[in-house]
Structures are given as structure tokens and as C-alpha cells.
């Protein structure tokens, strides 16, 4: 518990100076403060709290094969050009000579700082809206996580700092002396893949998956790339590092930033991070913006209104007299849409890559979707209205929703989004689907789990003991043998991509006579 308090306190004290890196963003360089919002209020006083529909999209998590592949690639090349003395570090690279390498694993499950963010939402909405949290029973909370590995232990690290040492499980030293206070053990719901219209509603859409696999979405980003700003960033990038760089030799460095930015000792203060000057940072977090906006928001609607039944899943909690809240773990395919059916974030215009004033764009994926990005429906009763409001909360931030008032929205308001921008919530229009073509294709099984552990005792030491070095990204298998001319596949940056096999994996670097 001693190693777990040490990296969380080095997480909290680190994050002052993160950059923005589009959906690889860590939630601390972004997030507001839940403690800060008002809470709504009337003529006649003080609403009051009475119910949170709350859903969060999974913590910091490793990249996956691709962007580990293209990093390793990266590295590789790098130390054998410097250690054959084809390249001779400058002064803003000196550090490289004495760098130790990173622990890369190539699956998606979430890294230490992934945890903290999720235990740490849950404790500042525990403190702002006390009295919506009850005693634990499984009767008293609506726990949903989709399939995969980080959206279970980001909502298992929630639960934690929601309800640690309020549970059963306490420290017993007779059995493997085991150190605990007060653990409770959550349960959750979890569907199918393809049953999951809530969640992961992508996977139920024909329609847009016909959009995906066109790769329509990558046009945009893929032009922008092309253009005179961008590859000014190869040439700042070649400049610091003294060699010719190449466009996947830039990627990889943002990636080795944005794996640093999620580490307790590097987060704030990446090395890598400083190959890149400020400008560059931006241009490279619009590209990666374009792919995100072109795939998740406003410029293919059937994106954003297949997301209607989450939004009238929140609706039917919202007219009900239940007060349990209602807790949901996904990913940013889930959360993106949703803001963006409710007209959130919306420039006016579609987004190109021929706009001038991008910059200023209010479409920036990182204060959206970062890790763990996440919004909140609080519904409140107010004095003298008959009508309950609903306060809208986006990465512990008030936002007002375009068609609601500024005192929040009702019910009513919500269901005139429905209607208007999303046809009803007719999903088998929306999606080009039969109503005989779903009814033979799913059954509507559950699977019920009741997970015991967030994080056991040996995986918690493994990890820890490891951060308290590094934990940057992670790759879970066996290095690639291949030249940096063998052609990588572009990172799609799928949320829902599989798992890889996992193996452990070490990338260092070692220069001549460095160990």
C-alpha cells in the first residue's frame, strides 16, 4: 500500500506542464475540478442532487501493436545511427546517450496512471455529491463495463476509490498476509459485442461500419499531412535530431511523448516531448483531431444519432423515481457521439483541412475525449418547479447544452434532441437494419460478473515497482524483426481493436560503452 500511495502522490504532483495529444491526452492535463461546480439553483434556493447517470471512457492504457511497432522501429534505428556515429547528438539530445529505455507492452489494458485517474473521479464526485452515492450492495448501484480489459479496470478502479474501506474485506495477517482496509467487491453487468447497442453501439451499426471501412474518415488528416505546415514538423523534428527524420519517425516521437506523459516520474518533463517546439505539438494534435472528428462527430451523422439509445437510456433513468446511479465504462466511440448528439463542442462548420483559424477550434479532442473522459447527467429537484433539471458535466467541467437553458436541461429538452437531430431514435433506419435481421442475429444475453480485485496484490507490486522508475506505454509481445523500411500499417486507433497474446517485453536503448 506504501508503493501505491508513493505513485499516486508522484502522479498527482507531475502534471502541471502535459501537453494536449489529441485522445492520448492524460485526464489531469485537462480536467476541471467537479469540487468547482456550481451547483443549480433557483429563485426560490438551492436545488438538490438526486440522481447521476455517469459515463467515463477507459484511463491511460498502453497503444496496442501498431504504435508500439512503430515506436521499437523508432528506437531501433535511432541508437544503431548514433552508436555507428552516422549521427552525432547535439546539444538537445545529450540526454539520449544515458537514456535506460522503457517497458512497452503491446495490449490495451491500463497503466498505473489509467487507475489513478479513474480512483481519483470517483473521490471528487464522492466529495461534491455525497449524499448520490449510498452504502454498497449490488441493488444499490448499475455498474456496466463493455468487453474489454481497461473499460473493467477503469470502472474497478472507480469503484475503489468510491468505496474503499467501506467493505467487508479487511487486512488479515494469519492468511499470506494480505494488507487490506475495508475492500469492497463490485459487480457489473457486461454484454456481447455485437449486443451492446449502449456502448458499443459501432459494432451494431451496419451502416457505419460500411463508413469505417471505406477509410473516408482518413481523408481529411491524410491531406493536412501533406501540407507545408506539417512538414515543417519533419524539419524541426530532423533539426534536433540531427539526422533526416522521416513522417514515421515523428509519429513514433509523439508517441514515445504521450507514453512518457503517463509516467509517475517522466509525466510534465518528457524528453521526448522536448524534441518538438510548441507549434509542432498543435499541428500534430490536429491531425490526429481531423481522424477523430471525421470518425466519431458531426461530419457523418449517423456517427453521433446511433448513439440515441444511450441517450434515451439516460432519458428513462432521468423520468424515474430509482435513485441508483448509474455508472458506465467505455470508450471514446462511445462518448464522442454522444456529446456530439447533444450538440456540444460544435464549430458551425465542418472542420478541413483547409481551415485557417484551427487553432481556435472549439473540436479539440483532448479536452473531449481524453483518458478517461467523461460526462455526468446530475438530475436535481429545485423549489417551486415541477420539472427536475439536469446538470451536464463534462471532464468535471458545467457545460450548457445548445438546446437547453442555462439552468440545465429537462427532460423535455432532451427528448427535442431525440427527436430532431437524431429521427426519433429510429435505429433500424439510422442503421440500414431489418427489424428481423437484428431479432435472428441477437439474443439479448447478459453475462453477469462479480469481479473480486482491482488490481491483485502481485500485479500491484509487478507494476509499481516498475513505475516507480518508469511506466510509460507497454508492449505485451516479442520485437518485431524488421528493417525501418518495411511499410507499417497506419494506427487506425480503434478502441475496440483485440488484444494481442500477451508477453513481456523490454525496449532499451544501449549506446557504445552505456549498460
Not at 32 to 42: A, I, K, P, Y
Not at 196 to 206: T, W
Not at 465 to 475: A, V
Request: proline share 4%.
Amino acid at each position: 500500500m506504501k508503493l501505491l500511495v508513493l505513485c499516486l502522490l508522484v502522479l498527482e504532483s507531475s502534471t502541471s506542464s502535459i501537453p494536449e495529444l489529441s485522445s492520448k491526452t492524460v485526464y489531469d492535463a485537462v480536467r476541471g475540478d467537479v469540487r468547482d461546480v456550481q451547483t443549480l439553483s433557483n429563485n426560490d434556493g438551492q436545488c438538490k442532487p438526486e440522481r447521476l447517470y455517469f459515463l467515463l471512457r477507459h484511463g491511460s492504457r498502453n497503444f496496442g501493436n501498431t504504435i508500439t511497432t512503430r515506436i521499437n522501429l523508432f528506437l531501433k534505428k535511432f541508437t544503431e545511427l548514433v552508436n555507428s556515429g552516422i549521427v552525432t547528438l547535439n546539444s538537445k539530445m545529450e540526454w539520449y546517450k544515458t537514456w535506460e529505455g522503457g517497458i512497452y507492452y503491446k495490449d490495451y489494458e491500463l497503466v498505473v496512471e489509467g487507475m489513478y485517474e479513474h480512483y481519483s473521479i470517483a473521490s471528487r464526485y464522492k466529495e461534491k455529491f455525497s449524499s448520490l452515492f449510498p452504502n454498497y450492495s449490488v441493488y444499490n448501484y448499475s455498474l456496466q463495463a463493455t468487453t474489454k480489459m481497461r473499460t473493467i479496470q477503469s470502472a474497478l478502479s472507480f469503484m475503489d476509490g468510491l468505496l474503499n474501506g467501506t467493505g467487508p474485506l479487511e487486512s488479515s495477517p494469519d492468511r499470506l498476509n494480505i494488507v487490506m482496509k475495508g475492500y469492497m467487491p463490485p459487480g457489473m453487468v457486461i454484454e456481447k459485442n455485437d449486443e451492446d447497442r449502449l456502448l458499443r453501439f459501432v459494432d451494431c451499426c451496419p451502416k457505419y461500419e460500411k463508413y469505417i471501412n471505406t477509410l473516408k474518415w482518413k481523408e481529411e488528416a491524410n491531406l493536412f499531412d501533406q501540407l507545408p505546415v506539417y512538414q515543417a514538423v519533419v524539419q524541426s523534428v530532423s533539426s534536433v535530431l540531427n539526422y533526416k527524420a522521416s513522417l514515421n519517425d515523428s509519429k513514433a516521437l509523439y508517441y514515445l511523448c504521450a507514453a512518457e506523459n503517463m509516467s509517475p516520474t517522466q509525466a510534465g518533463h518528457s524528453q521526448f516531448c522536448n524534441v518538438f517546439n510548441q507549434e509542432s505539438l498543435d499541428v500534430l494534435d490536429f491531425s490526429k483531431d481531423l481522424e477523430k472528428y471525421y470518425k466519431y462527430s458531426y461530419p457523418y451523422p449517423t456517427t453521433y444519432k446511433m448513439s440515441c439509445l444511450l441517450l434515451n437510456d439516460i432519458i428513462a433513468k432521468m423520468e424515474g423515481d430509482n435513485k441508483t446511479p448509474v455508472l458506465k465504462f467505455a470508450h471514446e466511440e462511445t462518448v464522442m457521439p454522444l456529446l456530439s448528439l447533444l450538440g456540444l463542442f460544435d464549430d458551425g462548420e465542418i472542420l478541413t483541412h483547409k481551415m485557417e483559424d484551427w487553432k481556435n477550434r472549439k473540436m479539440k479532442v483532448s479536452r473531449i475525449t481524453p483518458f478517461a473522459g467523461n460526462v455526468a447527467f446530475v438530475k436535481h429537484s429545485c423549489p417551486g418547479d415541477k420539472d427536475s433539471r439536469i446538470q451536464v458535466i463534462v471532464n468535471e467541467k458545467e457545460v450548457q447544452v445548445p438546446l437547453c437553458s442555462k439552468d440545465g436541461c429537462t427532460v423535455s429538452d432532451l427528448k427535442k434532441i431525440i427527436d430532431t437531430r437524431a429521427e426519433g431514435c429510429n435505429y433500424n433506419l439510422i442503421c440500414n437494419i431489418s427489424p428481423d435481421e437484428w431479432s435472428n442475429k441477437h439474443s439479448g444475453q447478459q453475462i453477469i460478473i462479480a469481479v473480486l480485485l482491482t488490481i491483485s496484490l502481485c500485479e500491484a507490486t509487478y507494476i509499481f515497482f516498475h513505475c516507480i522508475k518508469r511506466c510509460p506505454l507497454n508492449s505485451r509481445e516479442e520485437q518485431p524483426d524488421s528493417s525501418d523500411q518495411q511499410p507499417l500499417i497506419e494506427e487506425h486507433d480503434n478502441e475496440y481493436a483485440e488484444n494481442s497474446e500477451p508477453e513481456n517485453t523490454l525496449v532499451t536503448t544501449v549506446l557504445d560503452g552505456d549498460q
